[in-house]
């Protein structure tokens, strides 16, 4: 089982439409979660942390379940922009050891 | 605030030939810098992780080497480079002892090995 794991794809969305990531990771020591959003040929860029509570930020709302070792990326109204791969990301206490899952990639249309 | 850079942006070298990657951060103090790598459609692998100065800990074994001379310079070196070296390099800090503030990317340097 990978320690990472996220359905790779491709969700094709027309703009305005609501989609789910979803994400599971293996180890239940892990401390820290982010979702991470990847352009073509750039370079990962933070989109938002994983609060237990759950957190929201404007269009994108974040969950963490730790009894099932859950974590979802919720955007809602999709844009054009939004069009990327998504990154879920787990770490330990002290953030060395980071796990980057593969990847969710996804298209917006008009 | 702070910035990091990260060069050449691409490079292609032979096979067999050395390597020199390097990575500085501005605006910060005792960062946390690692070393990625992302091979063609694939996930972000860890390949070092640096906590000070001359401290390196490698999490995958292979013909690179990292090294910290400075607090805020991070190099990734080979002495000869292999066709599955190719893939896009990716260094990154973060806030020492606050892994919650995630990590920030360098803008990545793409290798290709022939």
Known sequence: RKEVEQDPGPFNVPEGATVAFNCTYSNSASQSFFWYRQDCRKEPKLLMSVYSSGNEDGRFTAQLNRASQYISLLIRDSKLSDSATYLCVVSNTGGFKTIFGAGTRLFVKA | ?114
């Open chain 2, 1 to 114: 605030s702070q910035t990091i850079h990260q060069w050449p942006a691409t490079l292609v070298q032979p096979v067999g030939s050395p390597l020199s990657l390097e990575c500085t951060v501005e605006g910060t103090s005792n960062p946390n810098l690692y070393w990625y790598r992302q091979a063609a459609g694939r996930g972000l692998q860890l390949l070092f992780y640096s906590v000070g100065i001359g401290q390196i800990s490698s999490e995958v074994p292979q013909n690179l080497s990292a090294s910290r001379p400075q607090d805020r310079q991070f190099i990734l070196s080979s002495k000869k480079l292999l066709l599955s070296d190719s893939g896009f390099y990716l260094c990154a800090w973060s806030v020492r002892w606050d892994p919650r503030q995630g990590y920030t990317f360098g803008s990545g340097t793409r290798l290709t090995v022939v």
